[in-house]
């Protein structure tokens, strides 16, 4: 488990009740109006602290990556607050949106989608520096040299295509473009999901290394809890959109609430073959975001579900110092 670096209580990105609900058209597309809504991001609220890496964790389909995207304006949200210094990202546009960008950066899951095949990496480098105006020819050029030699590959690479670097390379090349505007913030979206076990601990690394160095706060999105926990300072666990659970990582992984949480982490294998664990199975499918059930959109599938799950919303309340969960067992 990771050893908190950061000290440092000062909060650099606050989300506050985002909301993001698309809809879905009838059988006559745009001209027969709207069939329904799916609510992909209902109402979540975190805070980033400086220097710090909070990890977002949740199965394929829980809002993770819409989430990422509303925060940075990629999509409009439906309604909330993603506040950087003193301002709403979300009321921002032109000028004013993009200087915020510079500051906040994002990694994709996949970096070979993410990387255009017709640019050589020295170009695809330095387009981030041209949009935001920053410095010469030669600047650019001796920016993006440096910043190759930084995420480990080598000066030659600056003359290379995408698809002549293999998946790790290019996720460093990701990593590069994030990191050659200067950023203060980082969204990784998935960064190792798609790499090997030993390319994704080379990379685990060199974020940790960068953090350090460039003093950068990480947004750390991924499915594999493990690496979650090697990783983050704290984790958020989401469900159907909703942060159900919430709490530094040595907290939450010795002590988990929710009961969804507690399934979670009852899935990661043990690195002693000779512990025996409870492997908590939950039974029924996963609900629709189309249809999402009322009050606790868990209690469909916990074993402990009562009948105010069924009939009220869970309120997020602290049960230890930092450590939250929505949750009406511990109400």
């Not at 041209?130 to 600047?139: D, S, V």
């Not at 990661?268 to 009322?294: A, C, D, H």
């Amino acid at each position: 488990m990771k050893q908190s670096t950061y000290e440092s209580e000062s909060i650099v990105l606050e989300v506050q009740g985002l909301q993001k609900h698309f809809l879905v058209p009838g059988s006559l597309g745009r001209f027969g109006g709207a069939k329904g809504t799916v609510k992909a991001v209902n109402n979540v609220s975190l805070q980033l602290k400086e220097n710090e890496t909070y990890g977002l964790v949740g199965e394929s389909g829980c809002g993770k990556s819409t989430l990422s995207r509303t925060i940075l304006k990629l999509i409009d949200s439906t309604e909330g607050k993603v506040i950087y210094g003193d301002r709403d990202i979300l009321q921002l546009s032109g000028k004013d949106l993009r200087e915020a960008r510079r500051d906040l950066q994002m990694v994709f899951q996949d970096p070979y989608t993410s990387l255009n095949p017709r640019q050589r990496i020295g170009e695809i480098l330095e387009e981030p520096l041209i949009i935001h105006g920053l410095g010469g020819k030669k600047e650019r050029t001796e920016k993006v040299m440096a910043i190759l030699q930084k995420v480990g590959m080598q000066v030659d690479h600056y003359y290379r295509f995408p698809h002549e670097l293999s998946g790790g390379q290019r996720q460093r090349i990701g990593l590069a473009r994030a990191l050659v505007v200067n950023p203060k913030i980082l969204i990784l979206d998935e960064p190792v999901s798609a790499l090997d076990v030993s390319i994704q601990s080379q990379i685990i690394n060199l974020l940790e290394e960068l953090q350090e160095e460039f003093n950068l706060s990480y947004l750390f999105i991924a499915h594999d809890m493990s690496v979650v926990r090697h990783i983050s300072d704290r984790i958020g666990v989401m469900y159907l959109g909703n942060l159900v659970e919430e709490g530094p990582a040595e907290s939450l992984f010795e002590e988990p609430l929710h009961p969804y949480t507690q399934a979670l982490l009852s899935a990661v294998p043990s690195p002693n073959p000779g512990q025996k664990k409870e492997r908590i199975i939950l039974t029924g499918e996963i609900p629709s975001p189309f249809n999402p059930p009322t009050g606790c959109v868990f209690h469909t599938r916990c074993p402990f579900a009562t009948d105010i799950c069924k009939e009220q919303i869970p309120q997020k309340t602290e049960h230890s110092s930092g450590h939250f969960v929505a949750c009406h067992l511990y109400q």
